[in-house]
């Protein structure tokens, strides 16, 4: 099983992924953009290809303190084991963008990951941060799953281990090409009708409310959710073992039902015999060392 977030934005979410975590055994991928790493104040050390400097679809940081808050969950993140994967920057299509601005972005996601703490003014940065951001950062998810040959090929210069933006017609192997790992969000059946639909919370709102925030009634939405995750993973539980990989952000859409799913569904799974729900880093080096075989706990890694 590979659970990953999108974004990592909001406070409260970090923590309450990092509980979700210590509940379960469970190690995530945290997706980082990296405006959420400048304030308003700092904003305009982000200059996004075309655009104009201190602009990004996706806002930044409301504050100084803010950074320093989610810095510090970062770091204790990493810490507990997870991965910092990134999710760029200002969260822009870039479908149309050429190498350079692939370059472009990739270079700033990387000045401002490292230099946070001191482009922000903040104290205290940890011993092993900056290993962290010059050589750790090994995955990455293109924002609103947009992909070009260009960023593929970025993406293997700077020698990321993987990229995570693909889709499949259901769980899926990631495939290597050019020397990196891709992997697939998977659709899967949901709802009466069994319509697929791809495992991300954010399509399952378009596909519940068209993508309009509706009060989770009778938590009709929560329940339909959490028994389309459920039968995924039993499909490949009880056959091939095909990890099964979700994909979240840190929004609430529909008064939280899809964040609520996921809790009862990891608490349900991730402890099972022969299931590990871990990061797409970890998934790469157990199956590594497996010889390319994925080990027995292939369901979930």
């Known amino acids: 099983m590979i659970i990953s977030f999108d974004g990592a934005h909001d406070l409260a979410q970090w923590r309450r992924s990092r509980t979700l975590a210590e509940n379960t055994g469970a190690t995530f991928t945290y997706f980082v953009s990296c405006v959420y790493l400048l304030s308003q104040d700092t904003r305009r050390g982000y200059q996004a290809p075309g655009r104009a400097a201190g602009r990004s679809n996706v806002g930044f940081a409301a504050s100084k303190q803010e950074v320093a808050d989610r810095l510090a969950e970062i770091w204790k993140a990493h810490s507990e084991g997870h991965e910092i994967a990134s999710h760029g920057c200002g969260h822009y299509d870039g479908k149309e963008w050429n190498r350079s601005d692939w370059d472009r972005e990739f270079d700033a996601f990387s000045t401002i990951l490292r ?61 290597e090409s050019g020397g990196m790992m891709h992997f697939a969000l998977p659709q899967i059946p949901e709802g009466p009708s069994e319509r697929k639909v791809i495992a991300m919370d954010y399509n399952l709102f378009v596909r519940h409310s068209g993508g309009t925030e509706k009060a989770d009634t009778d938590s009709i939405f929560e329940n339909r959710t959490y028994k389309a995750f459920l039968q995924a993973f039993e499909a490949q539980y009880s056959g091939k073992r095909i990890p099964l990989q979700l994909g979240f952000h840190f929004t609430l859409m529909n008064d939280g039902a899809y964040w609520r799913a996921l809790e009862r569904f990891a608490e349900q799974v991730c402890r099972r015999p022969g299931v590990a729900c871990v990061s797409y880093l970890d998934y790469l080096k157990r199956t590594t060392s497996s010889k390319g075989v994925a080990p027995e706990a292939g369901v979930g890694g």
């Open 115 to 175: 230099d946070a703490y001191t482009i922000n003014g903040i104290r205290g940065e940890p011993d092993g941060w900056k290993a962290l951001a010059g050589g750790a950062i090994r995955g990455f998810r293109a924002p609103y799953l947009s992909t070009n040959k260009a960023l593929f090929a970025a993406l293997a210069d700077r020698g990321f281990a993987y990229e995570a933006s693909g889709v499949s017609r259901g769980p899926a192997e990631p495939t």
